[in-house]
């Protein structure tokens, strides 16, 4: 069955610390891969995403995903985190041919430490 | 300035009254999804339309309708809602392809 984990509800760091949330898929096809956040009180707005070429991706506020077809996994990364990221952070996969459903994962939860 | 709107913002409600959450977008978007949040189980959609008058079921559609009868505007109706849909819902759209789906604001619905 197709399925996308976030394994960490929440992950709290430290302002200017470096972050990484996890996103695994499981997907038959070639997969579309997002990254989005949702500020509190907030719609969502999609930060990148991966369809194909570079798998380093670049996305808007400094993040930046790595997608690692062995691992089945897309990780989103920021090399120095600012107390204004504090937000949900929710990975999402989809596929060629599927009208444009995507397939979402539960959220990570992202908590700044001043 | 390219937005979903979805009114009401905050709604609560008692079991069976019959209501209806609007979305509009002015992006001339083809494709809109009505999606519910709920703690630990992220998005899930519960419809969604390619077009005008084109809908189909997403993953929860039990309990809601939709209408697509112009481009811009996809409401989601309940008719006789339960506390089970008590929920935050989101309306989103976006153009051909997988390009970014833009949300609206989100609508906090509790049914009493």
């Known amino acids: 069955a197709q399925s996308v984990t976030q394994p960490d509800i929440h992950i709290t760091v430290s302002e200017g610390a470096s972050l990484e949330l996890r996103c695994n898929y499981s997907y038959g096809a070639t997969p579309y891969l997002f990254w989005y956040v949702q500020s509190p009180g907030q719609g969502l707005q999609l930060l990148l995403k991966?369809?194909?070429?570079d798998t380093l991706v670049q996305g808007i506020k400094g993040f930046e995903a790595e997608f690692k077809r062995s691992q089945s996994s897309f990780n989103l990364r920021k090399p120095s985190v600012h107390w204004s990221d504090a937000a949900e952070y929710f990975c999402a996969v989809g596929a060629k041919d599927s009208n444009y459903q995507l397939i979402w994962g539960a959220g990570t939860k992202l908590i700044i430490k001043p | 300035e390219a937005q979903v709107t979805q009114n009401p913002r905050y709604l609560i409600t008692v079991t069976g009254k019959k209501l209806t959450v609007t979305c509009s977008q002015n992006?001339?978007?083809?494709?809109m999804s009505w999606y519910r949040q709920d703690p630990g189980l992220g998005l899930r959609q519960i419809y969604y339309?390619?077009?005008?008058?084109?809908?189909d079921k997403g993953d929860v559609p039990e309990g809601y309708k939709v209408s697509r009868k112009e481009k811009r505007n996809f409401p989601l109706i309940l008719e006789s809602p339960s506390p089970n849909q008590t929920s935050l819902y989101f309306c989103a759209s976006n153009g051909p392809g997988y390009n970014e789906q833009f949300f609206g604001p989100g609508t906090r619905l509790t049914v009493l």
């Open positions: 339309s390619m077009n005008v008058e084109v809908t």
């Open positions: 992006m001339n978007h083809e494709y």
């Open positions: 991966y369809f194909s070429g």
